[in-house]
């Protein structure tokens, strides 16, 4: 995706995820199946400057194309930032996460600038092949993915577990 893509889906209200299926003719959905306040991962907490353990909000979600599972995605936020606003709600947010981040008016008024994803190929545990439906021997990828404002700060990780045959990337660098 595109800067100027981002901004384009961000403008019609809508997240990104379902902007870009509505546009290539899919009907999306995301469930929300979990919402909580828990100690951060290793990982997770590189990713977002934290120390190990420290707190932070994670929303558990399973993206749906044309009612077919085709990703697992965890996000996780520094409970410092994200604690006592709707991202620590289990209920959808209008517009997505990203709305309720670059709100003026909101709790957290922070720009989005930019991501960075780590991806990896690799087999599913049973479990997520059960949950994204995927016949015997379709490998997923991990998609760690960091957002950071406009200041640099890390504001959140997406961690997603994607089915590799219902997946393509498309990158394009600004290198100005």
């Not at 306040?37 to 120390?51: E, G, K, M, N, T």
């Not at 194309?65 to 604690?83: E, K, N, Q």
């Not at 059960?130 to 016949?135: A, G, I």
């Not at 957002?147 to 089915?163: F, G, H, K, L, T």
């Amino acid at each position: 995706m595109t800067g100027s893509n981002y901004r384009r889906h961000r403008a019609l209200g809508l997240p990104g995820f379902n902007a870009q299926a509505l546009e290539q003719g899919q009907s999306p959905r995301q469930d929300v199946t979990e919402v909580a306040r828990i100690s951060a991962p290793p990982d997770v907490a590189q990713q977002l400057d934290l120390d190990e353990g420290s707190p932070v909000i994670v929303r558990r979600r399973v993206f749906i194309l044309d009612d077919i599972p085709v990703a697992l995605t965890d996000s996780y936020y520094p409970a410092d930032m994200a604690g006592g606003t709707a991202l620590e709600q289990a209920a959808r947010i209008k517009g997505g996460a990203h709305a309720l981040i670059e709100d003026e008016n909101g709790p957290i008024r922070r720009k989005i600038a930019r991501s960075v994803d780590d991806i990896a190929g690799r087999m599913p545990t049973p479990d997520e092949a059960r949950r994204l439906r995927l016949p015997q021997g379709v490998p997923v990828f991990r998609v760690l993915r960091t957002v950071y404002d406009s200041v640099n700060r890390p504001v959140e990780v997406q961690d997603s577990v994607a089915a590799a045959d219902r997946h393509g990337f498309r990158y394009e660098t600004d290198m100005r």
